[in-house]
């Protein structure tokens, strides 16, 4: 009774306000009869007492709560309902704390691992330097090597402010494509792996071009990295499904690797195997193709090479 009391105290206070300006109001009017007025404050009186003992009433096991906590079936609906959905609001921000977690130990294991790549090319670069024989295309090999990594770096931290880095725009498929595949020239010639366009079909997308570019240098990439030399990565446009499929004659991917391949960091027996793999080349597809309302699917199989498809909304 003494937490409800406390609470409706302004309430109590401003009625009470009320009925003496009332009774000052009359009394200024001349109106003098003492036991019409006493009956009807006594009327009001016991209308309030009345009010405030039904509302009391309903809401006890909530003040009671307030009082004792929460126990058992003693506390009444509103007073259950109050501490689901603190009991949900804390749950809620629990999530939100370890999702902010899990997204700072992602930042720091990719800064880690990509680090330790970037070592490798960093030491080719010495042992060169120190060489009295350089190849000037073994430098660029490197430095290629270098602006890749760093450019993944930096693509995967400006994903956290992706909205103010979009900017959506019609453009041709085709001609994007293209343009991939040069930016990866030297890669191509490199490995000795030959790109070729299917048919050269077009159809015009409504996207963001950079970083559309962004996903098809990574894929490409993945394509260049996992195939054996004098292979072909073929480049399919279909207008009617809107999609472009990206196959490779690589060494595929297992089985029990293929559901895995998005994840962070995963970089399955190919990426064990050949020692370059961050696992986040395919990590920054998915998250990449989410932004840009794209479809990726991919099969694969072991010593066969991989089919990876792009299908695009529709305009």
Not at 232 to 241: K, R, S
Not at 278 to 291: N, W
């Amino acid at each position: 009774m003494k937490e409800y009391l406390k609470v409706q105290l302004p309430a109590i206070a401003l009625f009470g306000m009320s009925i003496a300006l009332i009774l000052l109001l009359v009394w200024l009017d001349g109106y003098r009869n003492g036991f019409v007025i006493g009956y009807g404050l006594l009327l009001v009186g016991l209308l309030a007492i009345g009010v405030f003992t039904i509302d009391y009433l309903a809401n006890r096991s909530f003040y009671h709560y307030l009082k004792t906590g929460l126990s058992g079936r003693s506390a009444g609906y509103l007073a259950r309902r109050v501490k689901k959905l603190l009991d949900d609001d804390h749950h809620h921000v629990q999530e939100q704390l370890a999702a902010i977690d899990a997204h700072h130990q992602t930042h720091i294991k990719f800064m880690n691992i990509w680090v330790h790549q970037m070592k490798t090319p960093v030491s080719v670069l010495e042992l060169m330097a120190e060489s009295s024989q350089n190849d000037p295309y073994d430098l660029l090999a490197e430095t290629d090597r270098l602006k890749s990594g760093l450019a993944t770096a930096l693509n995967f931290v400006r994903l956290e402010d992706f909205e103010e880095d979009f900017l959506i725009e019609s453009t041709s498929l085709l001609a994007l494509i293209k343009q991939s595949i040069g930016e990866q020239k030297r890669n191509f010639i490199r490995h000795e792996i030959y790109p070729k366009i299917k048919d050269e079909a077009d159809f015009w997308i409504t996207t963001d071009k950079k970083w559309l570019q962004i996903l098809l240098f990574q894929l490409i990439s993945n394509a260049i990295k996992y195939s054996n030399p004098k292979a072909t990565v073929t480049f399919a446009l279909d207008d009617a499904n809107r999609s472009l499929t990206i196959t490779d004659t690589g060494c595929g991917i297992s089985a029990a690797d293929l559901p895995r391949v998005f994840r962070p960091f995963y970089t399955g027996d190919n990426g064990r195997q050949r020692g370059e793999a961050t696992g986040m080349g395919l990590y920054l597809v998915s998250l990449i193709s989410q932004k840009l309302s794209i479809t990726v699917t991919i099969a694969s199989e072991v010593g066969q090479g991989t089919v990876l498809q792009l299908k695009f909304p529709e305009s």
